[in-house]
């Protein structure tokens, strides 16, 4: 089996991964990078109207053979691991006639991304894996196995080479201390044997803050500001990031609390209901949905107005807000249409702002500076997406693998002083399983 690691050996996001057997070629993830090549942000406009041939001349689009769709296909499928763009934003570039494999709940969300969101990846040829179940794809065999992480319905992949009996198990992105860390201790006491390489990310390696806090922690910690707030509390979080939804929905009922969800989340929530009956939703007696203007036009132009009505029900007016506003939890986003919502608000003496996001975001707003001016500090209660140190070395010890080689980390060096039998690789450079 040839392994090659097209971007990720040095950097996280953008990750892509090709694996070779026989006649059968693979591609793992195929996202956007988060940084540039200063290591600035990356802006995602920068793609916008290139061609295929200027976005790999630029480093932007791996130079894959047979994987775009300006050439002949060469490739057998893609596996998608979840459904955050790091992962899967550059997947609109490939050759149209290649399966797609992914979760139910990532090809959901790629939707939903669609309608909400600038970039948009639209995938003709998708096939959804269910957990655990083996497909075959040529000489291979891809068993997917669920995986905890901040993106729903996420996956890890054991690949086996049929002709050669080598195995290979990708990590993709995950953790073992959110709502679903029980997932994460079953693979740890029925670990997968005769791995022949382990591909695991490293996101939180190098990193100051440790990711020591789970997402029962952060319920907890909510609850108790929830309880105490004087005012209306703010949280700001994706509405993608289920598992932090549920935990903010928990808090603010321990708290007696009512929960304001906007139309983009309350759509989420409603498209992902049949993954878990414990995701909140807009038919519940103590969750609001406020009707932006944005996201009403955005559902109306796309055949969803039927949705709007349905949740009418549940939709709270902002005067309700300002007269209640001691009873109310308010998921928030930093938008232009918060900013006015915020205007409109009297009287904020006593409420809380939780920014609930990894904080490299915050350095890209003003957010914090346009809650001072209306007296609410902002405060941090959160719980990473990614395995802690602790976590990745439980998982390289029950895995034992006779070769761990890292991905999607900022600090590869680090894996040789902290796991064994580690193999370093560079993107683009060939490597024999």
Known sequence: MKLIIHRGTKEIGGSC????SGRTRIIIDLGLPLVDREGE????NIIKNKTIEDLISENILP???GLYSNGDRGIDAVLLSHSHQDHYGLLGHIHPDIPVY???GAKTLIEISNLFIPVKVNLPNVIVLRKWQPVEIGDFVVKPYLVDHS????RAFLVKSKSTGRRLFYSGDFRGHGRKDVVFENLLSHPIKNVDCLVMEGTMLGREDKGDENEHDVEARMAE???SKGNIAFVFCSSQNIDRIVSIYQAAKRAQQTLVIDLYTAYILDSLKGLSSKLPQYGWPDVKVMYFWHHAEVLAKNDLKNFLYTCKSAKIEKEEVNRDKRNIVMLAKYSRDFRRFLGYLDNLNGAVAIYSM???YL???NLRETLKQKGIELETVHASGHATEGDLKRLEEAFRPKCLVPIHTFQPREYVSLFQNVHLLSDGEEFAV
């Open 17 to 20: 991964v090709e694996l070779a």
């Open 41 to 44: 942000p990356f802006d995602s």
């Open 63 to 65: 130079d894959v053979k």
């Open 102 to 104: 992914m979760s139910q």
């Open 151 to 154: 993106a729903p319905d996420a």
């Open 225 to 227: 500001m929830f309880k």
């Open 358 to 360: 990894w904080e490299g």
């Open 363 to 365: 350095g890209r707003s």
